[in-house]
């Protein structure tokens, strides 16, 4: 994946998704703590540097703290400075759903877990090579297994 992809992807549509982990809001406000529902559901950020998961390098996947989903291995995550975790690129193209987002006076591209529309982060072209993008994700809404799964 690369910038001229997602803004393809943002115009055209989103892959399918491996899975479809989609639930009632009621679901997610009884499953999920307030803390991860504000940030995964009501599409709230968490303050910079706030996170467990900034500084963990730990081998293993990080999976949507909502479904569950694999979104990213530990092997693309990198020390962006940012206050966030940050990565160059999901665990595979169907794992991550880009939004346009026009909030706050700026465009951004938002980025949801594609099996259940959890709110993750933004992505901006301003990362390391070879993908030259940054996956800035709030680090509650996800969650990190130590075991790693082939894409």
């Known amino acids: 994946m690369n910038w001229s992809n997602i803004l393809h992807v943002i115009k055209e549509g989103n892959p399918e998704p491996k899975h479809d982990r989609h639930q009632s809001d009621d679901f ?3 499953k999920l703590s307030s803390d991860v529902y504000r940030i995964t559901r009501l599409h709230g950020t968490e303050a910079p540097f706030s996170g467990e998961l900034c500084e963990v390098f ?3 996947n990080y999976q949507c703290s909502c479904c569950e989903e694999p979104l990213f291995d530990s092997s693309i995550k990198f020390s962006s400075s940012s206050g966030w975790p ?3 690129d999901p665990i595979h193209e169907q794992a991550i759903k880009y939004i346009r987002d026009d909030s706050h006076g700026m ?5 949801r877990c594609n099996s259940c529309d959890a709110h993750l982060g933004h992505v901006f072209p ?5 993908s030259g993008l940054r996956y800035c994700i709030n680090s509650l809404s996800l969650q990190l297994s130590k075991e790693k799964e082939n894409n």
């Open 28 to 30: 997610w406000k009884e």
């Open 58 to 60: 730990e081998e293993g």
């Open 86 to 88: 940050s990565f160059t």
């Open 107 to 111: 465009i951004r591209v938002e980025v």
């Open 126 to 130: 301003d990362g390391p090579k070879p």
